[in-house]
């Protein structure tokens, strides 16, 4: 635990204000969204990419924190969070189909991350595997159930470079990012993103638990012109299944 006499440094809130129970979007201004199906929500600090909320869900206090995009912004957050007492965090964000047949608007909750991202990396080894915590993914696919939400189980890549992706041609490695993909979905990685491997890595380290749910936003690669991109996709599933998801992870604490 840091002192709370003083703001976190990047976080910018104290720690006091900051509650076990975290949603991690990457957006900031998704935060009031998340914030707005939690009870008496209410602002808490606005500072760089990272700004917070803070509500409750059945009495709990729960507090909304962006990460921004990545890897290293990821890890920010989440270190600040978990040196405040949090213990329990939870990814919501967009991806990218990996698979040509996973289609706009389905979720993917997570069981790994491809660690194609370098931030892991001054944690652990690459031996070392990115997945999240069991109970949590247990709670995001029962929620996505019983509110009937289209989902997908597996693993996601977690990369650094937005335009690797998505134009890979104009990279001097671009013959072994293709080559990659290709080989992603080879072996059945559903989608790219880019904060899981980070989150679920820093969450082990940290002895804490993590899991995500993603909303697939485009099924668009670099050889696959003809499918969505960033099409009027909503939110709004993946977001009351993170909050029921956490609620639920909330319900089976408190009894223990």
């Given amino acids: 635990m840091i002192s709370s006499s003083t703001p976190l440094y990047h976080l910018g809130a104290y720690p006091e204000q900051i509650n076990p129970y975290v949603i991690l979007p990457g957006d900031p201004k998704r935060v009031p969204k998340i914030a707005a199906l939690l009870e008496q929500p209410y602002p808490v600090a606005d500072q760089r990419e990272f700004c917070t909320w803070n509500g409750s869900l059945a009495g709990v206090p729960v507090t909304v924190t962006s990460t921004g995009i990545g890897g290293p912004s990821a890890s920010i957050a989440v270190e600040e969070l978990v040196q405040s007492g949090a213990h329990t965090l939870l990814r919501v964000g967009t991806c990218g189909a990996i698979q040509p047949d996973l289609k706009v608007g389905t979720l993917v909750i997570p069981t790994g991350a491809v660690r194609k991202e370098g931030t892991g990396c001054s944690y652990l080894p690459l031996e070392f595997p990115a997945v999240p915590d069991y109970g949590v993914v247990r709670a995001l696919e029962q929620s996505a159930q019983t509110l009937g939400v289209p989902y997908r189980l597996g693993i996601v890549e977690s990369k ?70 960033e099409e009027d996709f909503d939110v709004a599933p993946m977001l009351e299944t993170a909050v029921a998801a956490m609620k639920a992870l909330i319900g089976r604490d408190v009894k223990g």
């Avoid at 072996?187 to 679920?200: D, H, K, P, Q, R």
């Avoid at 804490?208 to 099924?219: D, I, K, P, T, W």
Wanted: charged share 25%; with cysteine; aromatic share 8%.
């Fill in 160 to 229: 650094d470079s937005f335009y690797g992706q998505h134009d890979p041609e104009s990279m001097p490695v671009g013959r072994m990012l293709k080559e990659k993909w290709k080989m992603w979905e080879q072996a059945g990685v559903l989608a790219s993103e880019m904060e899981c491997a980070t989150i679920f890595l820093t969450a082990a380290v940290r002895r804490v638990r993590a899991g995500a749910v993603l909303l697939v936003c485009n099924n668009h690669a670099w050889d696959r012109p003809d499918q969505p991109v």
